[in-house]
């Protein structure tokens, strides 16, 4: 069942990240954006990759791609600008993406996904039905790593901080 679901958002990952490439409408592109971002979630989860897909989910869907969503439709640019693309190497970059892509085929195909401890380790847990990896990335965040995490908050509110004075200076000139 779980590697059904795996083949299937990896098919939907996969087409809806070429239909975003070649989408010639703004709009439609950032809506394939969107599947291909929520399969990729899906996929963390059948990974019990749970901390990585909420983030995921919040960072990505709920924050980058709702922007560039508004973005596009308080612009009204959506359905008017359609992306044209102007590559004069597209023998090159194809023959390029075709050897990357038998590559990765072939990586894929020889390495053995079950015998790899990671993959062992998730069978386990999800078998003994143990806690999810945020408990622990918790416990770590406000104890050990409690600096560098306060760290980080106070260098991101401080670019946000300096983001927000370049924008209304612009305004002003």
Request: charged content about 10%; hydrophobic content about 60%; glycine content about 8%.
């Amino acid at each position: 069942m779980v590697l059904t679901l795996f083949y299937v958002f990896a098919f939907l990952i996969l087409c809806s990240a070429l239909l975003m490439v070649f989408m010639k409408n703004l709009l439609h592109a950032a809506f394939m954006l969107l599947i291909t971002l929520l399969s990729l979630a899906a996929v963390y989860v059948l990974l019990m990759a749970d901390f990585i897909a909420v983030t995921q989910l919040m960072v990505y869907v709920g924050g980058i791609l709702v922007l560039i969503l508004f973005g596009i439709m308080l612009s009204n640019r959506g359905d008017n600008l359609f992306i044209r693309s102007e590559s004069s190497n597209v023998a090159a970059g194809g023959l390029l993406t075709f050897l990357l892509l038998g590559g990765l085929v072939y990586i894929i195909a020889r390495v053995g996904f079950t015998q790899l401890p990671w993959m062992k380790q998730g069978e386990t847990l999800a078998s003994t039905g143990a806690k999810s990896t945020l408990h622990g990335i918790g416990i770590n965040l406000l104890s050990n790593f409690a600096l560098p995490f306060e760290v980080a908050s106070l260098v991101l509110l401080v670019a946000l901080m300096g983001a927000a004075f370049i924008s209304s200076q612009s305004k002003l000139k």
